[in-house]
């Protein structure tokens, strides 16, 4: 009995002998208390008794033999260090690394340089306004492509998605687009958009960052124009020696899959419009329209193709740097959707559904950039700095629809009989931007700075030969009968937004009394200059009675007649606008104990105008709005301790009308038509911000906020009935009276060994009143309509938005693996003419998945999968609609559905080089 009890105590303590004792610890650098994240320990000089120190510094090191070892330190930027310690069982050390002396008796010889990441929460801390960061280090890391969709990663800001799902434009803090600016390395970029001043977000490749901030209150020195905040895209920078990075990528979108994508032959459409290829006096021929907008091909598309190049480098003694860097992304994207035409909203029978179409979109998206940075210290105290970037998209789209006109009756599945609608839309639209900013550092004197800069950029947005053909249909019992070809549109739009700018600030630091004290005084002037051109063609069949399968089987088959053979030129479409900034500021910084206090006062007076190319009727109308603004601010910065901050802001700020928003113009769209408003003003928005900030640890921080913005005149996009012609609807900017806006923001990142989270939650609160149509029933029964009052949320206002994100950083095996989610809750996505009819997109919530291995040091592979839960975009009406029999897809309890659009998920693996 007892050798069998010998036996088994062995055998079971046997594993843990073998396993040895653990050693465990945290890594710290004794002057700031953060972790050195990436530190190696190793025991023994042995490499299977190593260790390296995680996202909280932590370190553990099993099956150590008992007795006395020998521990190395290898931290980048710092001496190796050896210390020599006796283990029996389970023992802790900590090493807290310090300048010449250390807890374990470790020496530093050299400062470590902190990674971008570490950066960004340096940078946040030390701001003087309410700011969020996203590091170069965190774009690469995030299963991300473009700038717009690593923007919504920050806390507050939701995305406006284009056709094919793909974040397209930014919402902060609940304000629309048009309330936000984009600047690159802090100088504002005109927008390629055919109507308003937002630039689009998507046409910035993310792997050309450096990093992105996000400004969420303004100082007198920046511009004023921004009550929602400012998107800065700080691009990458020369490196103090040679550096070269590459990345190849592939991928596949699943949408395609199960479908093919269809194109066309983009490349030989026309450029121009026979208008502009023949002169103004030449009458258009169905000859001078090529074929080639309607040659469509349906196959599986290509895999995508993502690739990007950087080299960068040091000269002439370190003094001259250089960087070069480019992107190139090819991809196939689309979407399944479904839509739901309306007739007419009534107050007591609800809303009448006409038309249920199935939208099929294929797009190919080609985004390229380039950008030089490069910098000349000409000596200590003298810099020049020239920056040069181009960046392309080309989107070119095929959407397919199939249309059923539906009956009050609704759609009866049984007989089958329907009108059919069918149409292809044939789309290429290319976008480009190029900036060229000079800018100059002198340091006058100790006290003395001078800073300026001279800025050109250009943008440009060309959509050629936007063919549409519609076809006409009836089918009887499930049998298509019939289908004859209608009028078909070929429009011709371009224009172009340059923009030549100066900057000029002159600062002063001096102490008073003991209190360090800062003074900038400032201007700039911009002028921009915009043209716009617009000319479609309305062609039709020469035989109108023309039928699918007899007298044609390809739209190449058809002949045509031009019904307006020069056009449409004659219109408010085709303009010149003009706009002169002039700004001045004074700035000041006090900074006594524990405090930092920024503020004053900036002045902005705006010219902004207008004048058609060809007259409207009898007179060729211009138009112009002149007005200064003086923008005040104040920004309050207390530093209890090293690691808390409390903030307070408060900055008044403007948004100015939109070139195209003030042209007396009339655009006739598919649902509705769209007009310019001549008489809109700017909008004017006092903004108050409160932030606590905490940062325990490094690369770690919780922050809470609360923010508040009212404004007056805001600019809102509405549908309207015409007053003279009841029966037309038009989508138009307008002035609504005074709206508030305000809300709550959460930060926080959290890490823990090789594990870490990064979360975010914004609730917003806004409110608007507009006059809107009610009809209500007199005294004899009769049906009115009556105008009445409605306070409604912001348009693209989300009550709730939400990040988290799950990180798993493994520095000794190579690992990085992210899982993002975001949510964003209801909003308005169109502002309805009638009480409670506006459309609203359905909350969602977004997966992406993103994961990079690193081996032998300069090589990585990586991983990004997008929408894992196939998340589809819906939008919804809060009111039944009141169609009799059954009517496909209408599965909401008491609303009625707009529009859903699938996008599927996409996939990317690729390859990563380093050399630095």
Known sequence: MNRFLHLFCFVFLLPSLALGANLKGVIREKNTGEAATGAIIRIDNRNDLYDVAGLDGSYSIEGIAAGTHRLTISYSGFASVEESFTIEDAKTLDFALAGNTALQEVQILNKRDGSAELSARSLERNADQVLNIISGKAIQLSPDLTVANVVQRVSGISLERNSNGDGQFAILRGMDKRYNYTLVNGIKIPSPDNKYRYVPLDIFPADLLDR???????????????????????????PGHLSISANIAGGYNE??????????????IDKQSPYERKGNKYNALPSDFSGAAYQYSSKRPMPNLLGGLAIGNRFFN???????????????????????????????????????????????????GVHLKSDFRINNRHKLQWYNAYLNLDNIQVRDVTAMQLTIGGYDPEPGNATMNYSTRSRFTRQNIFNSTLQGE????????????LVHSLATQQTPDNTTI???????????????????????EHNSDKDNAAYLNLSYQHNMGSMPTQWTIGGLFRDKTRTNFYNQYQLRPSNLQ????????????????????KGSVGSALNYDASEQIAAGFLQFKLSPKQLDLTGGLRAEHTKQGYEMQFPIGEDRPTGSQKYLDLLPSLHLKYMPGTKTNLRFSYFRSVNRPGFFEIVPYKIVNEEYQERGNPDLKRAIGDNIDFRYELYPRQGEQFMAGLFYKKIQNPIEYTLQRDAVRGQDIYYTPGNFGTAQNYGLEMDAIKYLKKWGVKANYTYTHSAITTTKSKRIRDARGDLQTINVDQTRPLYGQAAHIANLALLFKDVKGGWDIQLAGNYTGERIVTVSQFVDNDFWQKAFIQLDFALEKTFARRWAVLAKVNNLLNTPMEVYMKEPYNNKDYIPEQNLDKQTLIRRDYFQRSYLLGLRWKLQ
């Open 546 to 565: 023309a039928l699918y399968g007899k007298d044609f089987i390809s739209i190449a088959d058809i002949a045509w007649t031009v019904q307006n053979p």
């Open 212 to 238: 992105l901030e996000v400004y969420k209150a303004l100082t007198p020195e920046m511009e004023g124009d921004a009550i929602g905040g400012a998107v800065n895209m700080v691009m990458k920078d020369a």
């Open 470 to 492: 519609p076809l006409l249909g009836t089918m009887s019992n499930h049998v298509e009968q019939k289908t004859y070809v209608q009028d078909a549109t070929r429009r011709w």
């Open 255 to 268: 949408l395609f899959l199960n479908r093919d994508f269809t194109s066309y032959d983009y490349r030989g």
């Open 318 to 368: 370190k003094r001259l740097g250089i960087l070069v860097a480019g992107s190139y992304q090819n991809t196939y994207r689309g979407s399944n959707s479904t839509f739901f035409d309306i007739d007419k909203v009534d107050t007591f029978k609800g809303t009448t559904l006409t038309k249920y179409s199935k939208r099929a979109y294929s797009e190919q998206q080609t985004r390229s």
């Open 442 to 453: 002198h340091q006058l004197t100790e006290q003395l700075k001078l800073n300026w800069s």
